[in-house]
């Protein structure tokens, strides 16, 4: 375990395991369909690499960069967009990939950034975590890897201060961590 780790709540063969079904269920879903996959950077990356090969249709994908955490433990409560324009998805079928769905701000705010000014086909929501808690309205993922407590976590592309992306595991930060950083 990672010495900077307090517990282990998901390791690299439980999730991959669950990116199986997660691929097959999507492949299931889509089927007939062409598919766009707008992975939502950064902290996506990891599991978008992984879960994407699992997916046995035709598909493109893009990418937006948004934070709502600026580094931190808890929502900034404002989303940034860190470009100006967004994709041109008229007319597609669009699943957006996002590491984790917290208190829901940033994808109901991307959704309905999208909805309002490029009128996809159709949207849908795919975390790998959902934590256990009252969200922004309306806002569900359709397809879901793991539900969590409302702790903080980081590893397979969560982070603190942007550091632990790459832990192959996810997990709690000791308090003292959490303090310092890696950095
Ligand atoms: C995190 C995470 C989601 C969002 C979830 O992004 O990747 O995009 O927060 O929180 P919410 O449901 O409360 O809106 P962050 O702002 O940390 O940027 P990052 O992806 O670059 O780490």
């Known amino acids: 375990m990672h010495p900077h780790l307090e517990t282990v709540l998901f390791d690299e063969t439980t999730i991959l395991h669950r990116l199986d079904e997660l691929g097959a269920q999507i492949t299931k879903s889509y089927a007939g369909r062409e598919l766009t996959v ?25 990418s937006l960069q948004v934070s709502s955490y600026h580094g931190g433990t808890v929502s900034a409560g404002e989303v940034t967009f860190h470009q100006p324009a967004l994709p041109d998805l008229q007319g597609r079928h669009v699943l957006i990939l996002d590491d984790i769905l917290d208190t829901g701000l940033t994808l109901a705010t991307l959704r309905r950034r999208l909805e309002v000014e490029v009128k996809p086909a159709s949207i849908e929501l795919c975390v790998l975590l959902e934590k256990r808690r009252s969200r922004v309205a309306g806002v569900r993922a359709a397809y879901a890897g ?6 903080f976590v980081v ?29």
């Open 155 to 183: 590893g397979y592309g969560l982070d603190y201060k942007g550091f632990y992306r790459n832990l192959r595991c996810i997990g709690t930060l000791s308090d003292n961590s959490l303090f310092h950083g890696e950095g």
């Open 38 to 62: 707008l992975l939502v950077l950064q902290g996506s990356l990891f599991f978008a690499a992984d879960l994407l090969r699992r997916i046995d249709l035709p598909l493109q994908v893009t």
């Open 146 to 151: 793991f539900e969590i407590e409302d702790e």
